[in-house]
């Protein structure tokens, strides 16, 4: 096999790996979604099969120079998905994703498949037993929510309690708007959330404007 096959190869294998990696991520709604992951993870490919291959004839030839600046320079990448709001921070797991995407970009560039894949699949799987709802993990995980909603009954701030399940709102104020009042709430609820919840919320509730769902936290 001519090496340029082996390595557009070893380039599939790697979008591969972030696509999986991504996928995850975006099933969740979280910040950085499967093309993030994809080509995160093929440029640590290709800069280390260049680091490893391409500079192989020079006399002071060093694979492991472009691999560090590579763990290095995604951190920047990693850097700008963490947001601070309401004195908390968010976005930590995808900013780690994303950096731990680079790496297994990496291996495969090495040539270490069996090490990333080994690795990708031991991270997906332990994103799904930590987001499993079992009472191990409920006191310890929470989904931040951001409600957006009209009140034309008194009983709708008391309806929108009783949907996330939870007995207080963490924020609320209100704002006019025309001739109306739009209601801002921040709940953190433990309940799941996810597409199909927030797409038949606002169906079944006509009242609710926007349902967002920021980076969970533990």
Avoid at 23 to 42: D, N, P, S, W, Y
Avoid at 102 to 122: D, E, H, K, P, W
Wanted: net charge neutral; with cysteine.
């Amino acid at each position: 096999m001519p090496d340029w096959v082996e390595y557009l190869l070893r380039i599939i294998l790697a979008v591969a790996l972030g696509f999986m990696m991504g996928f995850e991520r975006q099933i969740r709604l979280k910040v950085g979604g499967i093309r993030t992951h994809a080509v995160v993870a093929a440029g640590a490919c290709i800069l280390m099969i260049v680091s490893k291959y391409g500079f192989s004839d020079s006399a002071d030839f060093d694979a492991a120079r472009i691999a560090s600046q590579v763990v290095s320079g995604i951190s920047f990448l990693g850097a700008g998905m963490i947001m601070y709001r309401q004195q908390s921070v968010h976005g930590l797991t995808s900013a780690a994703g994303i950096w731990l995407t680079a790496a297994i970009g990496m291996a495969v560039g090495a040539g270490m498949y069996f090490v990333s894949l080994g690795a990708t699949a031991i991270v997906i799987a332990v994103q799904f037993i930590f987001h499993i709802p079992l009472n191990i993990f409920k006191d310890k995980y929470y989904n931040e929510i951001k409600v957006t909603f009209k009140s034309p009954t008194d009983d709708c701030p008391d309806v929108i309690k009783k949907l996330f399940d939870i007995k207080t709102f963490s924020e609320f104020r209100a704002k006019k708007q025309d001739d109306e009042i739009i209601y801002y709430a921040v709940i953190n609820t433990k309940k799941q959330i996810d597409a199909a919840f927030i797409y038949n919320a606002i169906n079944d509730y006509p009242f609710v404007i926007s349902i967002e769902k920021t980076e969970s936290s533990r």
